[in-house]
């Protein structure tokens, strides 16, 4: 894939906030943080990096795996931090995604594993993201500070770890973690921490992201598009395939990633099972530049087509007569604009299905 944007996309909330610090030389494009769809979406548009810091997970699907993997297969640098950046990067460290900062080791490491190590709760893109809890990662590190600076004992502060871990984590907060103990030792070691903590607390998921956006500096302003590399161990599958065309389908029409999304449907739809390869010429259509078909009609078309055509037999069916995906969403795409009755449909259908066609 050539790069066809100098703007670096970077999903990130809370764990930067309000602050979106420049660089020289790179055009950081900063986004909300990435739900599934995001990356690929990004990727599409061909820049030279990726960076993931923060993303959607719970309640919104999250990022994909694949979705990375075919970014990093297209020469797309992506950097991992902080947050779900930190997660994917561990997990993916091994294929070529680039993983930065503390978070990031200590998943690699597997000394962390669970995802609510890095989660929080937070407020609107209009306020910022501002967090309304404290993730783990931050207690840890601010714990582990404390115990070298002499505030409290090791002891006290993995009692502190275990308490934060038993916690939900929308509820973890300082305050929770050092209200309410029973024993007077612990009241007073909470004591002399809280008096430390306006000082002394750690953003882990800050002190990371920044060095996220520093190691993607340093590497771009040496790193011409020319120099970008492209593997070929990414496996296409029915399940990237309908990631690709759902991400395509939220995106207003004519929309130049939209269409970048339906050419990758188009360009890998065939070689894989028939209902990809329908739905990425249910996509096409959808998306027509004339503007979107009613569903009912669409849905009318396709559902007579297959009617027509068991699934298992669209494979061969399109290879006997020379037709491309692209090629049959138009046809499709006529059938289902035009008001007929349904018999007059079928019948077209079945013209459609068994003509001996032969396209150039």
């Not at 309640?59 to 640098?77: M, Q, R, T």
């Not at 907060?173 to 103990?181: D, K």
């Not at 004339?290 to 396709?302: D, I």
């Not at 795409?333 to 035009?338: G, K, N, Y």
Request: proline share 5%; hydrophobic share 40%; charged share 25%.
């Amino acid at each position: 894939m050539a790069t066809t944007t100098n703007k670096v996309p970077v999903f990130v909330g809370p764990s930067l906030g309000r602050d979106r610090p420049a660089y020289h030389g790179v055009d950081f494009d900063y986004r909300p943080p990435a739900a599934q769809g995001d990356v690929i979406a990004a990727a599409v548009d061909g820049p030279r990096a990726i960076i993931l810091i923060d993303g959607y997970f719970e309640h919104v699907p999250a990022v994909h795996h694949k979705e990375i993997l075919w970014a990093i297969d297209n020469g797309i640098a992506v950097y991992g931090a902080a947050s779900i950046g930190a997660l994917r990067a561990a997990e993916l460290s091994r294929f070529g995604m680039v993983g930065v900062g503390m978070i990031f080791e200590w998943f690699e490491s597997g000394e962390l594993e669970r995802d609510d190590e890095v989660a929080l709760v937070h407020g609107p893109e209009e306020l910022y993201y501002e967090p309304l809890s404290e993730p783990l990662v931050n207690i840890r590190s601010t714990l582990s500070s404390a115990v070298c600076s002499g505030v409290v004992e090791n002891d006290f502060a993995d009692f502190l770890i275990d308490r934060a871990k038993s916690t939900f984590y929308p509820e973890r907060s300082f305050r929770r973690l050092l209200g309410g103990l029973d024993r007077k030792a612990d009241r007073a070691g909470a004591e002399r921490l809280a008096s430390w903590l306006p000082s002394g607390r750690l953003d882990q998921k800050r002190i990371d992201a920044m060095a996220c956006l520093d190691r993607a500096t340093a590497d771009l302003q040496q790193l011409s598009s020319e120099n970008r590399r492209a593997s070929s161990e990414f496996v296409f599958t029915d399940a990237f395939a309908q990631l690709v065309q759902c991400t395509a389908a939220t995106m207003p029409l004519g929309n130049s990633s939209a269409d970048g999304l339906i050419q990758l449907c188009s360009h890998t739809a065939a070689g894989l099972t028939a209902s990809a390869a329908i739905g990425a010429a249910a996509l096409a259509i959808d998306r027509a530049t004339q503007g979107p078909v009613p569903v009912h009609s669409l849905s009318e078309a396709v559902n007579c087509f297959l009617e027509q055509v068991p699934q298992a037999d669209i494979g061969p069916w399109m290879k006997s007569r020379n037709l491309d995906i692209e090629t049959l969403s138009r046809m499709l795409e006529e059938l289902a604009r035009v008001e007929r009755s349904s018999d007059e449909a079928e019948k077209l259908i079945h013209r459609l299905v068994h003509s001996r066609l032969k396209m150039s």
